[in-house]
Structure formats: structure tokens, C-alpha cells
């Protein structure tokens, strides 16, 4: 028996009121006064249903109290993989965020699981969703031929494993990088391979072309399915519709660029290009209208959840929300995305909804967007051992086990870091310098702790996790690999 029901019971047992023996008469008050002796009496047991009426209760209350979890039912359950490109973690209500940009992913974030201390691999589109869907990390997609940004064929991605497992595919993508057929800024497609439906239809298109597609598709899918959708906004240029434009705003700007949501000459001048006239405020006005993309997708992201719980969907369906990198406003000197490891760029939402889940909880502790696909396969009962993932699955987290010492990394260019929960490491390889923040009171990285004497061990023990982790993934090839393709994107005009 559960000891707080157990001394439940008991305490109810001992507060009974006293019952004489059958037969027997209680002793007057003058034999009593007398010294006359007399037997306890025996306690009255409660009714029979009293009793199991409490236990049922206090079953529950033991439940709640020890924060109790009811086992996770694995299953041939339908997935939905929502992926929002550029979402910055801060930036939702769910993570802290004091501006009204996310009501509908904060109500579902209150029946999911939210994993507060989630981040992307990468902070550029390619190779994080490559990692994302595949399990692998980021180097292992750099150097392809022919300057490829896809997945090469020598690595499945889930959507080729669950197909062999008889879930039916499909994908709706606004992206201009995760494509099946070339564009501009990916001449060689190659995101496709496993999906036997890839829509490309919302091209450079808001999120309600996204929901309308994934809803359309959706009907004609037989179950179990595989459902990947890829959200542009709030990627740039950002231009929220009204009333969100309006009602995000935080600043206001004559700048021609500005008023077009553009940051690419701003963060063009900061990379070494053209100058340009700017100031403080034209930059809170870029965000703003940031966040009123945030808000317009979230709304949609509402009305996704809505008709997919009005068709009962919802209750066979995983439901992941997500994103590839995040994006940057001059928190460490640079605009966008795909410049640095900084928490700006690499900290992004993780939730997790299960089939029929009702009651939400915030997970702590490192995870990674590598840590999706493992998760998957263990919640659909899928055996995943030799398949080469090289994220973990995160069922015991789900299952309210307390976080495991670990380290996260991410990477672009000629930067790198490593992350155990509490310091994080920077380091730029090709200048040979490398910075140390204590994320638990310095979330914006604003002092490095490098030089510090009290940092010694924390930058040591990073500096050795990195070290191992980059000879194990790179080798030798890794930093050039990385600034090729830094290059190759600016050449195609993404940067």
C-alpha cells in the first residue's frame, strides 16, 4: 500500500468513536469515580464503502502529491511533426515571454510536455532539419557533392523508416531550402526521399497556406501517418498580417528596409558589407514585426489543433512542435540566423503532445532536436538499435525520471558549442578563442566567464567534451567543410 494512503487509513481507524462489547454494559459514572476497573472498548470500524471511497480518493491525492505519472502507451499512432523555421524559444509565452505573441502554443504547451532546455544542432535551415529528420548530427551532411544541401541517399531520414514499417508519408513545405525539386537557394532539392506525397505548393507562403494544405492532405491519409510540415514564418522578410502587425508593434522607423521587414542590409553591414544609416529603434522594429509573425502562425498553429481534435485525429495522433534555429537582433552583434551558436539562434521550442494527453508538464535538462526521431520510434513501439541514430530517446524524461548528466552541442561556420545544462561553451575554431557563460544567471550571455579562476573547471571539463565530440563528428575536414558551405549559401544569395 502507498504509505500516505496507508497512515491515511490508519489515522481514520484510530479517530473511530469507541463501541462497547456486545452484551456488555458501559460502567456508571459512580463505579468509574469508584476505581472500578473496566476493559477498553473496541473501535468502530467504518463502513466498508467509507473505506474504499477514501482509498480511491487518496490513491489519486498520492498520485498528484508524487507527482505521479500514469505509464506512456506505445502504439502504431499517427505523427504530426509541425516545424516552425526561425521560432526563438523566448519569444512564446510557454518559455517566459511577456508579449501576448503565443496563446494558442501556450494552451497546447499546458497539455503537452515542454522541454524548457531544448536546442537546434545548427543555427541555419541546412544542416539543422537535415539532423533534425535523420538523427545525425549536422557535420555528417557537410561536403557533399556538387555542393548538395539535401539528404544524401547513404542516410535514411524517418520518413523512408516509418514507410518500411507501413505509415503513410507526406509533407507540406513553405521553405525555400527543404524542397523535393531545385530553387534558388537549393539547386539540388533532395529533402523528399521517403514521402509519397512532398507539397510545394506554399512556397515562400504564410501559414495559413501551410494549414489549409496539411488539412487537405491530411483527409486523404491512411493510418498510421507520417505528416511533416514546415512553417516559414516567421522566417524574413517579416510581414505579419493586421491585426497582428498593428498589435505587435514595438517601435517605430523611416527606414526604407525597416518598413519592409527586410534585415538583410543590417545584417549584411554588420557582416563586413555596405553601410547603412540605422539605429536602436529600427531594430525593435524589425522585431516587432518578428513577433507579429509569431502571433500569425500561432494562430494558425490553433486552427490546425482545432480541426484536427473536431475529426478526433488528435486522440491517435503525436504531435511535435518545433524549430530549426532561431533568430538573432543584434544580441551579440549580428542579424538572422545561420551566424552564431549564441541562445538566440540555437535555443528553440521542443513540445511533445501524446495521443489523449490532457494534463501538461515542463521538462527540464538538455535535449536536442536529435533526440526527436529516437523519441518517436520508441513511443510507436519501433525498434530503433543499428539504425544509427545518434540522439536519445526520451521516453524516461516523459515518464518523469529526473534529467541524466549530459552535454549538447551546436554548430555553424567556424563556431561550435557545448552545452551541459548550467555552462555553456563557444568557441570559434578558426580564431582559437572560446567564451564561457553561466547560462543559470546570465540566460543572454552578456559576461564570459573564460578568464575567470572560479570558471577554470567548468571550461576545462567543456573544452575536453568538445574536443572528443568534434573528433568523433568532423575529424580534421570539419571547419573547412563548415565555412564552404557559409560560402556556398551567400553564393545562392540566402545569407
Known amino acids: 500500500m502507498i504509505p500516505v494512503v496507508r497512515d491515511a487509513v490508519e489515522a481514520l481507524l484510530r479517530s473511530a468513536p469507541p463501541m462497547p462489547r456486545r452484551h456488555e454494559r458501559r460502567p456508571s459514572p459512580a463505579r468509574l469515580r469508584a476505581g472500578q476497573e473496566c476493559q477498553p472498548p473496541r473501535r468502530r470500524l467504518p463502513p466498508p464503502l467509507a473505506v474504499a471511497l477514501l482509498l480511491s480518493a487518496l490513491f489519486v491525492a498520492a498520485l498528484l502529491v508524487c507527482s505521479c505519472r500514469l505509464p506512456i502507451q506505445r502504439g502504431r499512432w499517427n505523427v504530426v511533426v509541425v516545424l516552425v523555421d526561425t521560432l526563438r524559444a523566448d519569444h512564446l509565452g510557454a518559455y517566459g515571454y511577456g508579449r501576448p505573441t503565443s496563446p494558442r ?41 556538387d555542393g548538395a544541401l539535401g539528404i544524401p541517399p547513404r542516410i535514411p531520414s524517418i520518413a523512408e523508416l516509418l514507410a518500411a514499417h507501413g505509415f503513410t508519408t507526406a509533407a507540406v513545405s513553405a521553405s525555400p531550402v527543404v524542397r523535393q525539386s531545385p530553387t534558388r537557394f537549393n539547386p539540388h532539392g533532395g529533402f523528399s526521399r521517403g514521402f509519397a506525397r512532398f507539397d510545394e505548393s506554399c512556397l515562400w507562403k504564410d501559414a495559413a497556406c501551410v494549414t489549409k494544405r496539411a488539412l487537405a492532405v491530411s483527409e486523404r491519409l491512411r493510418e498510421p501517418f507520417f505528416l511533416y510540415l514546415h512553417y516559414l514564418d516567421p522566417h524574413g522578410p517579416y510581414d505579419p ?70 475529426r478526433k485525429l488528435l486522440e491517435r495522433t503525436i504531435l511535435v512542435v518545433l524549430s530549426d534555429h532561431g533568430e538573432s ?6 542579424m538572422k540566423h545561420c551566424r552564431t551558436v549564441y541562445e538566440s539562434e540555437v535555443k ?23 533526440d526527436v526521431v529516437p523519441t518517436l520510434f520508441d513511443l510507436l513501439g519501433i525498434q530503433s538499435e543499428g539504425l544509427g541514430f545518434e540522439g536519445r530517446a526520451l521516453l524516461p524524461r516523459l515518464n518523469g525520471e529526473p534529467p541524466e548528466e549530459r552535454v549538447s552541442f551546436a554548430m555553424i561556420n567556424q563556431q561550435r558549442a557545448a552545452i551541459d545544462g548550467h555552462y555553456k561553451l563557444v568557441a570559434d575554431l578558426a580564431a582559437g578563442k572560446a567564451q564561457l557563460f553561466d547560462l543559470s544567471t546570465d540566460p543572454g550571455e552578456r559576461r564570459d566567464l573564460a578568464a575567470a579562476a572560479t570558471a577554470r573547471e567548468p571550461l576545462a571539463r567543456l573544452r575536453r567534451e568538445l574536443e572528443a565530440f568534434l573528433a568523433k563528428t568532423e575529424g580534421e575536414a570539419g571547419l573547412r567543410q563548415s565555412e564552404e558551405a557559409d560560402q556556398r549559401l551567400r553564393a545562392l544569395g540566402y545569407l
Open 105 to 145: 502554443l501556450d494552451a497546447l504547451a499546458a497539455e503537452s510536455y515542454l522541454f524548457t532546455d531544448a536546442r537546434a544542432q545548427a543555427s541555419c535551415t541546412y544542416p539543422s532539419v537535415n539532423s533534425l529528420l535523420t538523427s545525425r548530427h549536422p557535420a555528417r551532411f557537410l561536403g557533399q557533392k
Open 241 to 310: 498580417p493586421q491585426p497582428f502587425r498593428k498589435d505587435l508593434r514595438l517601435a517605430r522607423t523611416r527606414q526604407p528596409w525597416a518598413l519592409r521587414g527586410d534585415p538583410n542590409p543590417l545584417a549584411k553591414m554588420l557582416d563586413g558589407g555596405p553601410k547603412i544609416d540605422y539605429a536602436p529603434r529600427d531594430v525593435r522594429y524589425l522585431m516587432g514585426l518578428y513577433d507579429g509573425e509569431v502571433a500569425f502562425f500561432d494562430s494558425q498553429l490553433g486552427e490546425l489543433v482545432d480541426r484536427l481534435r473536431e
Open 329 to 334: 537582433f543584434r544580441e551579440h552583434g549580428t
Open 348 to 370: 528553440t521550442p521542443l513540445l511533445v503532445r501524446l495521443p489523449r494527453q490532457r494534463e501538461g508538464a515542463r521538462v527540464a535538462g538538455p535535449v536536442e532536436n536529435l
